[in-house]
């Protein structure tokens, strides 16, 4: 009996001697699998990723997008899927209303790399500049607005290169992609949309000298300088530091940050200066940086705050269709009457879900916003807003 159990534990000391000289070769095999790929592999794919979904958009050929996802799964069908319904929502946005882009650039940045060993997940921040220009223009003016938007990727390592597993970001064109059904199998974009608006016969907008305010009225033009500070596209701001205002809690990830962006540009004292009052105030809490009263950063109580405290006048409600209807009594879109400062509130159906400030006008009078939660700096109003059931709410501060 005593000599079986001495039996029994030699063998598992020599059962543990081989366990121990086999894990430093399976740590060894990971950290190897790891150090193959550097920084710099994972650097230049995601730029080519970037730059090739750019070009996309202008030459339709899909095929060499296609090549960078792994479509053998679900996750990535459906990032693929959900590129493809943004190529064609973009191209027939600017296809109706006479627009042509003559530059889709990003500058993708990586924030973090989590090796795990044949996959990675990748945070990516992705800084976007558009330009466009209006068609049948015989010196067409120039007009460009920016983006911002971040990324999750989930990368499979495959001979020395990588496939797309899943790219998950909140996308500012999420609403305009709903109309479209897409077929993996097709290998070329079709062609966009014909035109369908005349904003050319626009009156263009004169930015207009705004006049000194008294303390606690409304200074539309540092409202604007305000939004474009702190608007999160860091191209648009020459790099300035901090990207958000510090003083203020950020909601993104927490119900959203529109809001609390737009209750600022209005009435922080380095932005449109508004007296607080009403219900509509900002709150500072030790350790956790200014928070705001429901109608500072709740997107329904705002809109409701401004219309019935008098701070605003509701100039038009309705879908993209109604804002541009001509008749005897209106005969420009009902668009051309805002300002700079003025506020567009979107709703789904009855709920209003974001707010956005009018902090330019393109070389054709179109408005343009600033926005937080995905960050847009002047941005077309009603980009990104193509699902029938939005309706705009344009109003004019006073």
């Given at each position: ?10 063998l598992c000391l020599m059962c543990l001697s081989l366990l121990a000289n086999n894990i430093p ?244 004292s380095d932005g449109g200066g508004l007296r607080h009052g009403s219900g509509w105030h900002s ?62 509130a979107y709703a789904k159906k009855n709920d209003i879900d974001h707010n956005a400030i009018i ?40």
């Amino acid at each position: 009996m005593r000599k079986a159990i001495i039996k029994n534990f030699i063998l598992c000391l020599m059962c543990l001697s081989l366990l121990a000289n086999n894990i430093p070769l399976v740590y060894a095999n990971n950290e190897h699998s790891k150090s193959s790929y550097t920084k710099e592999d994972y650097n230049d794919y995601i730029h080519s990723f970037f730059y090739t979904k750019n070009q996309t958009f202008f030459s339709g050929d899909l095929k060499p997008i296609k090549e960078f996802y792994d479509t053998t799964q679900n996750h990535g069908k459906y990032s693929l899927d959900h590129e493809i319904r943004r190529f064609r929502y973009l191209r027939d946005w600017a296809s109706e209303r006479g627009i042509r882009f003559t530059e889709i650039s990003s500058k993708p940045s990586i924030k973090k790399i989590t090796d795990k060993g044949h996959i990675a997940n990748i945070r990516v921040d992705e800084e976007y500049i558009f330009k466009y220009v209006y068609e049948g223009e015989e010196n067409p003016k120039e007009n460009q607005f920016g983006v911002a938007l971040f990324h999750n990727l989930r990368l499979k390592k495959i001979n020395k290169s990588f496939k797309i597993c899943n790219d998950y970001y909140l996308d500012c064109f999420e609403d305009g992609l709903k109309a479209y059904n897409i077929d993996l199998k097709e290998n070329t974009l079709p062609k966009p949309k014909p035109q369908k608006y005349d904003f050319t016969k626009l009156p263009k907008k004169d930015i207009l000298e705004y006049k000194e305010v008294k303390k606690g009225s409304y200074n539309r033009l540092k409202a604007v300088e305000y939004a474009d500070r702190y608007c999160g596209v860091t191209w648009a701001t020459g790099n300035k530091t901090p990207k958000y205002n510090k003083k203020y809690k950020n909601f993104t990830g927490i119900g959203g940050n529109c809001t609390n962006y737009i209750s600022q540009c209005l009435g922080d004292s380095d932005g449109g200066g508004l007296r607080h009052g009403s219900g509509w105030h900002s709150i500072n809490v030790p350790n956790s940086g200014t928070e705001g009263s429901a109608a500072w950063v709740n997107a329904d109580a705002f809109k409701n705050h401004l219309l019935y405290s008098g701070k605003g006048r509701l100039v038009k409600k309705g879908s993209f269709n109604d804002l541009i209807k001509i008749s005897e009594n209106n005969t420009n879109p009902y668009f051309e009457k805002l300002e700079l400062g003025d506020i567009i509130a979107y709703a789904k159906k009855n709920d209003i879900d974001h707010n956005a400030i009018i902090t330019n006008f393109d070389s054709h009078g179109y408005p343009m916003i600033n926005s937080h939660t995905v960050d847009r700096y002047h941005v077309p109003f009603d980009l990104g807003w193509g699902d029938k059931d939005i309706y705009f709410h344009l109003i004019h501060m006073k």
